[in-house]
């Protein structure tokens, strides 16, 4: 199959890429399940925009800094904040339905979120990405110029020495996919290719990500030689719904921007219903997310518990039905009626700060290959992710990474090879990807999750380079499936994760370290670049 551009992901990041670039290319959109089943659709407080005359880009900027621990780049996170106003445009032109507020300068209601100095979160409800998603869906759906590829996944990217081609540079030429219903491989020839696949929170055994969030793009773009950063900043979002029934349901940071408490739960003994945050951050429930997910950690560790709670019962419920119609729907499912009742909340990974490096038009390194999203690194997020910065970087690269390959002319595409299976056979045994699968998500969620140590590290590189062979060992020598390709994928981005954790001496953002409790007086990004190209021959 041969396009203009072959986008990979169709989560807002993807979606707004192909929207911008639609009219004048012929667009692939390859989902690996249905359009909506990313983490956009997941996203439930809003997008942050400076959109009042009370705001300003500036404050903006500061929020995004402080929140990032130093780690941001300035001049990155200015470019995407003062293109904020312009995204939110174009999304309303598009139709997505944010909340009315009739008072309002602008006619929408806007909400603040922790770390925010001031209300600037437009959000539709308390389900955000379900809105724009959904909206972007139909357009998408509608587009002569778009072919949506769903339930397809991708493999790895082809690069122009592997075909042959010695124009003295390497470049992306296109990718290899599954069609997951079939198994055929195919192969997708494209003058520019974007990876917008979302994070890695699947790596963790608890996260508030959708089971697609297998870190794709990361692990492919790092196998084709491309440089990825700041890793090791993985941030946890402090409250996910505790319940056994309740799967990765995200509790919306927006509840702690309209009052809500973290208390000690009732099993806390005599403090039973104390807040805590005050005594770890003087912006208590409003402190940025990494701080907010340590205390958390800190009170059921110190105090042996499985959860703390989430008190908004103060609001009245007219305006809780109103304002979180989601949460509260879901919480009342399991018999929590947050009218009434505080809501059990446990943190659990959320975003992953890094990933492949891009400049503020989503190229990467290798030429012809972009990535958007959660999958990219810009400097935005530094070394913690301000509250709704995430959607607002989707539509602002999007459409930088848009007209960047817009400006370009589309290169004419050579004959690629086809997937060569002929070496292969069936697994016998499904039971090794399971185990292995199981295996890693819990030993990161042990040796690498909110609070670190070089010696909890190091016992998970070990346990990742073993994984590693037995995993390039089977991927040689059985027919690939979307558990082999995502469990591939997770063990490359584990990798990752834990040499950026292991290159970092000190404590910083969302990496925390009980051997560097210390922050360094500069902040540098942690950067990895492949020795050489990981991209070892196919099948």
């Known amino acids: 199959m041969k396009f203009d551009v072959a986008i990979v992901g169709s989560g807002l990041a993807g979606l707004s890429v192909a929207l911008h670039l639609a009219e004048n290319r012929k667009i692939a959109v390859i989902s690996k399940r249905a359009l909506r089943d990313g983490a956009s659709d997941w996203a439930q407080g809003g997008i942050a925009a400076v959109l009042d005359s009370t705001d300003s880009y500036d404050e903006h900027v500061a929020d995004t800094l402080i929140a990032g ?10 470019y995407i904040v003062e293109n904020g106003r312009h995204a939110i445009d174009w999304l309303i032109a598009q139709g997505v339905p944010f909340t009315r507020d009739e008072n309002a300068e602008l006619g929408y209601h806007l909400t603040r979120e922790g770390g925010h100095s001031q209300r600037r979160i437009i959000h539709a409800a308390d389900a955000t990405g379900h809105a724009v998603q959904l909206t972007l869906e139909q357009k998408v759906r509608a587009h002569p110029n778009i072919t949506l590829l769903e339930n397809h996944i991708a493999i790895d990217l ?17 990718l290899y996919v599954q069609d997951v219903n079939t198994g055929k491989v195919i192969t997708i020839a494209a003058g520019h290719t974007v990876l917008a696949t979302g994070g890695a929170g699947k790596v ?8 697609t969030a297998t870190g794709d793009g990361i692990a492919m773009a790092w196998r ?32 702690r921007g309209e009052g809500g408490l973290l208390k000690l739960p009732a099993n806390a003994g005599n403090a039973a219903g104390q807040r805590f945050m005050p005594a770890h951050d003087e912006r208590g429930e409003l402190a940025p997310r990494d701080i907010v997910a340590r205390a958390i950690d800190f009170e059921m560790k110190k105090r042996g518990l499985d959860h703390v709670d989430l008190d908004i019962t103060h609001q009245s ?3 809780l039905k109103e304002h979180f ?35 503020l ?22 070394a913690n992710r301000l509250a709704s910065n995430s959607l607002l970087e989707c539509v602002v690269l999007g459409r930088a990474a848009a007209l960047d390959i817009e400006q370009q002319k589309v290169p004419a595409a050579p004959v690629l090879p086809a997937w060569d299976e002929s070496r292969v056979t069936d697994a016998d045994e499904e039971v090794v990807i399971t185990q292995n699968w199981d295996e890693l998500r819990r030993f990161m969620w042990n040796f690498v999750s909110i609070v670190r140590t070089t010696k909890r590290l190091e016992r998970a590189q070990h346990r990742i380079r073993l994984l590693k062979e037995e995993i ?11 558990d082999l390709l995502e469990l591939r994928n997770l063990v490359d981005v584990a990798s990752l994760i834990v040499n950026s954790a292991l290159s970092r001496h000190e404590s910083r953002g969302l990496h925390y370290s009980l051997d560097f409790p210390d922050t360094l007086p500069t902040a540098l990004p942690t950067i990895l670049k492949p020795v050489k190209s990981e991209n070892k021959k196919l099948n």
Not at 226 to 247: D, W
Not at 472 to 482: K, M
């Open 158 to 174: 082809i690069k122009s020495d592997r075909v042959g081609l010695k124009d003295g540079s390497a470049r992306c030429l296109g």
């Open 472 to 482: 390039d060992e089977y991927y040689a020598n059985f027919r690939i499936t979307r």
């Open 69 to 78: 621990a130093g780690l941001c780049d300035e001049a990155a996170t200015r």
């Open 224 to 255: 084709a030689g491309c440089s990825v950063a700041n890793m090791e900043f993985i941030q946890f979002h402090p409250t996910c719904l505790y319940h056994p029934y309740a799967k990765s349901f995200l509790i919306s940071e927006a509840v």
């Open 204 to 211: 963790y055994l608890y996260t508030t990500n959708p089971d």
């Open 361 to 382: 038009a989503g190229r990467t390194d290798l030429a012809g290959l972009y990535a958007v999203g959660e999958t990219a690194c810009t400097g935005l997020h530094g």
């Open 317 to 319: 419920p007219e305006f």
């Open 325 to 359: 119609p989601t949460i509260y729907a879901r919480c009342l499912e399991f018999g929590i009626d947050i009218t009434r009742q505080p809501i059990p909340v446990v943190p659990a990974a959320h975003y992953t700060c890094g990933g492949v490096m891009t400049d």
